[in-house]
């Protein structure tokens, strides 16, 4: 069955670098696409970005300048990486797939020093 | 970008009421492949997001045929016909029609 989880560092230092990793099964990273999205304590749900079946990628404009998704198919793993932290950028993050019907449990990524 | 409107953000219901959540999107949703890339979401506290809804109308698999969506180019609605204890969260809708996707604020709905 399709699943995804997330994970990564639970503690980031402010200007520093977020690296996350959604691992996937049950689906081909070649044909779906899969998302990161976030949601900072008590606010609601932002797409951060997505990549593609073809490996092409979407950003949220508002992200789109520190913020990279990548992928290795062979371990069905898709990477987020997003530099110069500060602290509203603490939120769980999640990845998702297939518009949305599939998550992880998501991640929650506190920036602090 | 497209800009998703909900409204109420905050909706009170008794078990057994029907209620309606609207989404108007500042663009219209038509793809210029004749679909319209509208769906809707419940958030419970604690979990991850669930997909109610897809393609404006249709029905994700295993949901409850209470919940139903309608609507086309820039007003949708969500309507849950009698309300259940398990129903109580949060309701987002969501695009893919345009780049880049986005969220709605969200709607909470909560017990009267």
């Known amino acids: 069955q399709v699943q995804l989880k997330e994970s990564g560092p639970g503690l980031v230092q402010p200007s520093q670098t977020l690296s996350l990793t959604c691992t996937v099964s049950g689906f081909s990273l070649t044909s779906n696409s899969v998302h990161w999205v976030r949601q900072p304590p008590g606010k609601g749900l932002e797409w951060m970005g997505g990549?593609?079946?073809?490996?092409?990628?979407d950003y949220n404009s508002a992200l789109k300048s520190r913020l990279s998704i990548s992928r290795d198919t062979s371990k069905s793993q898709v990477f987020l990486k997003m530099n110069s932290l500060q602290t509203d950028d603490t939120a769980i993050y999640f990845c998702?797939?297939?518009?949305?019907?599939?998550w992880g449990q998501g991640t929650l990524v506190t920036v602090s020093s | 970008d497209v800009v998703l409107t909900q409204t109420p953000p905050t909706l009170s219901a008794t078990i057994g009421q029907s209620v309606s959540i609207s989404c108007r999107s500042s663009q219209s949703l038509l793809h210029s492949n004749g679909n319209t890339y509208l769906n809707w979401l419940l958030q419970r506290p604690g979990q991850p997001p669930q997909l109610l809804i897809y393609l404006v109308s249709r029905l994700e698999s295993g949901v409850p045929n209470r919940f139903s969506g309608s609507g086309s180019g820039t007003d949708f609605t969500l309507k849950i016909s009698g309300v259940e204890a398990e129903d109580l969260g949060v309701y987002y809708c969501?695009?893919?029609?345009?780049?880049?996707?986005?969220f709605g604020g969200g709607t909470k709905l909560e017990l009267k």
């Open positions: 998702g797939a297939k518009s949305f019907a599939y």
């Open positions: 969501v695009q893919s029609t345009h780049a880049p996707r986005t």
């Open positions: 990549i593609w079946g073809d490996g092409s990628t």
